[in-house]
């Protein structure tokens, strides 16, 4: 139990372009889910908390119109990367807490590595 | 500020024991998350501890001491697969996770 799913994998695309990353809670329902970025050699750094229904909080000095996020649904949560460029480049994962497992761990999806040209 | 140190880098050979230390300052903690992560993949959970002592979970165990802000992960009888990233993450608020960068773990023949 408590499998979490992202797609795509992977991603390449130009500067200037939209990317969308989905999260999904496989077997379980996320009340709550998270998304991290991860650059190389470096920490997860979490960007944004959401929950079903709701807004998402973002971080300190992340970007809430360039990363938007929507949880429409208890198992579904999208990331979505507006106006790409290089420096956004980067390994995105999202995790879920919820009915499955414990409820006080973050199950983390395989995440999604994005490259823009 | 918040703070969480772990090296950066073990070496370790195989059916060993070996000790990964973290130490961490945070402005709330609840509890301390260890973290497996190998490249380019999503760190999968190993141990949360909230009291302090030692937890056993077959070969690996976590300490908690929260007097001294202090943890470390347990891995005995070292296999290959075993070589990876492993995380020490400080639970700062209700589900609010400050991660550590991680110590790379190799584990040699």
């Known amino acids: 139990g408590a499998v979490v799913s992202q797609h795509p994998s992977w991603v390449i695309c130009k500067s200037g372009t939209s990317v969308k990353i989905e999260c999904r809670s496989l077997?379980?329902?996320?009340?709550?889910m998270f998304w991290y970025r991860q650059f190389p050699k470096q920490s997860l750094m979490l960007m944004a908390t959401?929950?079903?229904?709701?807004?998402?909080?973002?971080e300190q000095g992340v970007e809430k119109d360039k990363f938007l996020i929507n949880h429409a649904s208890l198992t579904l949560s999208t990331l979505t990367v507006t106006s790409a460029h290089p420096e956004d480049s980067s390994f995105y994962i999202c995790?879920?807490?919820?009915?499955?497992?414990?409820?006080?761990?973050?199950?983390f999806g395989p995440g999604t590595r994005l490259t823009v040209l | 500020g918040q703070n969480i140190d772990q090296p950066t880098e073990m070496t370790a050979t195989e059916g060993a024991i070996v000790q990964i230390n973290c130490t961490y300052q945070?402005?709330?903690?609840?509890?301390l998350f260890w973290y497996q992560q190998h490249a380019g993949e999503a760190p999968t959970f190993l141990s949360y501890?909230?009291?302090?002592g030692l937890e056993e979970k077959g070969r690996f165990s976590s300490f908690l001491s929260r007097s001294k802000g202090y943890s470390y992960l347990l891995l005995k009888e070292l296999q290959m697969k075993d070589s990876a990233s492993y995380l020490c993450?400080?639970?700062?608020?209700?589900?609010?996770?400050?991660f550590g960068t991680g110590t790379r773990l190799t584990v040699i023949p």
């Open positions: 995790s879920a807490i919820g009915t499955s497992g414990r409820s006080d761990t973050q199950y």
């Open positions: 077997d379980f329902q996320a009340t709550t």
């Open positions: 959401s929950n079903e229904g709701s807004k998402a909080t973002y």
């Open positions: 945070t402005s709330g903690f609840n509890g």
């Open positions: 501890n909230v009291l302090d």
């Open positions: 993450a400080a639970e700062t608020g209700a589900n609010n996770l400050f």
